[in-house]
């Protein structure tokens, strides 16, 4: 019989309960317990969600971030968060920042996790860190889940993996933080693999995604150590790899001595021949059959057609799952109402792959007749999608078919540009300004909705708007930036925005997936080739330009970002729908440019996250990545300048693809890692304009006039300072006006006293 089970679970809940409960814990509404309480109410039902598998995951549930509970668990977060006290206060100073009468603590770094766009809490690490055991939350929810009599299924990120996450705080290198600090965390692990076996777990899964990357020997040699030392606790271990096939190391992770393994086969099974034919005897083989990180049905007859045969081979030693935790996935398509039907029929959120799981199973365990009518609906359900006339169209395969490589160029090279950018925008040394976005505030949402929901019409809804604007640009003339914006008030979300003007894509009520923390994104649904029926941004930054003397960026959210940050169709390559989306937006830069606009933003947030896990592929990845950017920013003229934007991702590896971009300007995240990120250009000739960010703005905290300035000399020692912009790291709309004001002010003013000091120099 195949075991079905899952490797996690989405956390947030369908309605987001645990964003709200969590931002009134925080904004001091409700107390730890309430907070506490949300927890354990969500997680009990999302068991009861999952009440078909045979094993359910336990402990996937977070509060803000698994690789911070695992910190926490290890006796590892910053020592900087146990100033004022532990337990839930310093988890949340470790997350967040804080700064009050009684400390100022700086948030651990946020980065991407892997290539999604869930965003982790890095370890921080150095050659004398030691680690202690803290189980308690860890406990409490595997104690939840045995009052309520489930067959539980731990879960912990693994050990080498954790590792792999962490960041330098000593300039030691990560091989050497590996085989110093590996040998202290085993025996933490060991010693709570044995209290889990006291309490009665029989299973526990142990995440190590690093068996999909390219992994040095001295990566493989530790995972040998680690599962060597583990695997003879009095329990068994499902060691999970997923996001990739194996490659190379499919051997490796076959030999380790886990009672079980679990791989990702939903879109790749050609390792799988030959990882059954070195399958040891008696050891239970995982499969990752239906993908979790994307939205679209799976096509359970071609599934069966190779796992049927597989199945047979491992007689009571096969169990199957989705490829991945669903946390990458909205938790239940039943609460869509706005879908057109037939986009409908082709989804399949998280509750739904698991009964897609289920049918699998069934299927397996007892004939396929047992479920006739399921397979049958799915084969329906996956030949109307092939074939429905939404997804193709014929004028966009021609645009198409009608690039040239000088869609891709600049007309000048870059000092060209720069000299004529200058005498048209005549902006000061070290010029200030924003990223994008301004506070999301409690009226835009009512405004948004009311009109969505028809309470107020388009007129009243743009007059609204337009006062926003209004104060935005009123409130950066008042703080005295260089550079303005109009602040994207109207926009619930940089890329759904976009995605609701364009051909092509569906926009969900509900599909709500983790961000970071409580931020929580819903990407759009991207079915069908795409085009721009009409001007998206242009009303807006017209209005916001017609309000100041000074320069007004466009805003616009970029082809590779786009491609990214959604739910993409599954039946063309990717690189082909990423060119769509370049031809898209450069209409959306031209139309812009007509209007006047002199500076136009372009951000590519997610150009990293987009790299292949398997390094070997990204060149191919960045050569049509690059080209999709140049495609929509280079058919402007010299004396138009143009910006992009990336944050928290590592840029060490693709800065000669930034570089390639070409954009006049690059602003990146850097304010958590103290301009770490600008190592990245000690080594290498950037030629263009940098926007180091001066500003986390994923804290609370308010920096100071002095650290702001501090970062920007950090930045001057590797960019000429008259190639150095001064600005924050990300866009502002979870910030609150009382928060963004004193900030920007201290920017501002860190600004004009360097270029007081570089007048007087």
């Known amino acids: ?113 892997f290539d999604t766009n869930y965003h982790y809490l890095a370890p921080e690490l150095q050659a004398d860190s030691h680690f202690s055991l803290h189980p308690e939350l860890l406990l409490a929810q595997i104690e939840q889940a045995q009052a309520a009599k489930l067959p539980l299924k731990p879960v912990l ?57 390219e992994l040095e020997d001295e990566w493989k040699l530790a995972l040998q150590s680690a599962y060597a030392q583990l695997c003879a606790a009095p329990l068994k271990i499902m060691l999970a790899s997923y996001f990739e096939r194996l490659g190379e190391n499919a051997s490796l992770a076959a030999s380790l001595p886990c009672a079980g393994l679990h791989v990702d086969v939903a879109h790749d099974q050609s390792e799988l021949p030959a990882l059954l034919a070195q399958w040891p005897q008696q050891k239970i083989l995982s499969l990752g059959v239906i993908d979790g990180r994307n939205v679209w049905k799976t096509d359970l007859h071609a599934v069966l057609a190779w796992l049927e045969p597989v199945a047979r081979m491992l007689p009571e030693r096969l169990w199957i799952a989705p490829s991945c935790s669903l946390l990458h996935t909205p938790q239940d398509l039943t609460l869509e109402q706005d879908l057109p039907a037939e986009i409908y029929s082709w989804l399949a959120f998280a509750r739904q792959k698991l009964e897609e799981l289920q049918i699998l199973a069934q299927a397996i365990n007892h004939g396929r007749s047992r479920v006739q009518e399921a397979l049958v609906a799915n084969s329906a359900a996956i030949e109307r999608r092939r074939h429905s006339r939404l997804i193709h169209n014929p004028q966009v395969q021609a645009a198409l078919a009608s690039l040239t490589p000088a869609m891709a160029q ?97 926009i969900t009520q509900h599909g709500w997936v983790q961000s970071y923390g409580s931020r929580c994104v819903k990407p759009p649904i991207l079915y069908g080739d795409v085009s721009r029926p009409q001007p998206i941004t242009l009303e807006w930054i017209s209005y916001a330009q017609s309000l100041s003397a000074k320069p007004v960026k466009g805003m616009l959210t970029g082809p590779v970002t786009m491609l990214n940050w959604s739910f993409v ?63 929509s920013a280079n058919g402007v003229q010299d004396a138009t300048q143009i910006h992009t934007h990336m944050c928290y991702s590592e840029f060490n590896d693709i800065i000669e693809a930034i570089a390639a971009l070409d954009a006049d ?59 150095l912009w001064v600005n924050p790291d990300c866009g502002l709309k979870t910030r609150r006006w009382e928060e963004v004001r004193p900030a920007l002010r201290n920017m501002v003013q860190a600004a004009q006293r360097l270029r007081a000091q570089t007048l007087a120099a």
């Open 665 to 723: 300007v690059t602003t990146i995240e850097s304010a958590r890692s103290d301009m770490e990120l600008l190592q990245s250009f000690a080594n290498f000739d950037y030629p263009n304009q940098l926007g180091p960010g001066v500003y986390d703005i994923h804290s609370p905290n308010i920096p100071s006039v002095s650290e702001m300035e501090e970062l920007m000399r950090l930045a001057a020692q590797r960019i000429a300072p008259q190639r």
């Open 1 to 113: 019989m195949v075991i079905t089970h899952n490797l996690g679970y989405p956390r947030m809940g369908a309605q987001r309960e645990l964003k709200t409960a969590l931002e009134n814990f925080w904004q001091g509404k409700q107390d730890s317990q309430a907070l506490l309480d949300c927890a354990a109410q969500l997680r009990a039902q999302h068991w009861r969600q999952q009440a078909q598998l045979d094993w359910i995951p336990v402990a996937d549930f977070s509060l803000y971030d698994h690789v911070l509970d695992t910190s926490y668990l290890l006796g590892n977060l910053p020592q900087r968060a146990y100033a004022h006290g532990d337990g839930l206060p310093a988890y949340f100073r470790a997350a967040r920042g804080a700064q009050d009468a009684c400390c100022n603590v700086a948030a651990a770094e946020l980065t991407k996790w």
């Open 157 to 213: 990120l693994g050990p080498v993996t954790y590792l792999w996450l962490g960041k330098s705080r000593d300039g030691s290198d990560k091989i050497s933080l590996l085989q110093t600090l590996l040998p202290r965390l085993l025996p933490l692990y060991a010693g709570l693999l044995a209290q889990l076996a006291a309490r009665g777990v029989q299973w526990v899964q142990i995440d190590e995604p690093v068996l999909c990357l």
């Open 569 to 631: 169709r599954d039946d063309q390559a990717l690189a082909q729908t990423c060119r769509q989306l370049a031809l898209a937006i450069r209409a959306e830069v031209l139309d812009l440019e007509r209007a006047g606009v002199g500076i136009i933003q372009i951000d590519e947030a997610a150009l990293r996250e987009g790299l292949p896990l398997k390094r070997s592929a990204w060149r191919d990845y960045l050569e049509w990545a690059v080209q999709a950017f140049r495609i």
């Open 410 to 506: 600049r007309q000048s090279p870059f000092p060209q540009r720069a000299a004529l950018q200058a005498g048209k925008l005549q902006l000061p040394a070290w010029p200030t300004t924003t990223i994008g976005s301004f506070p999301q505030t409690a009226e835009i949402r009512q405004a948004r909705s009311h009109h969505r929901q028809g309470h107020i019409d388009s007129e009243e809804y743009r007059r609204i708007m337009q006062a926003q604007i209004a104060h935005c640009v009123q409130e950066q003339e008042a703080l005295g930036l260089d550079v303005l914006v109009h602040g994207e008030a109207e926009r619930n979300d940089m890329v759904e925005y976009f995605a609701s003007h364009l051909q092509g894509y569906a």
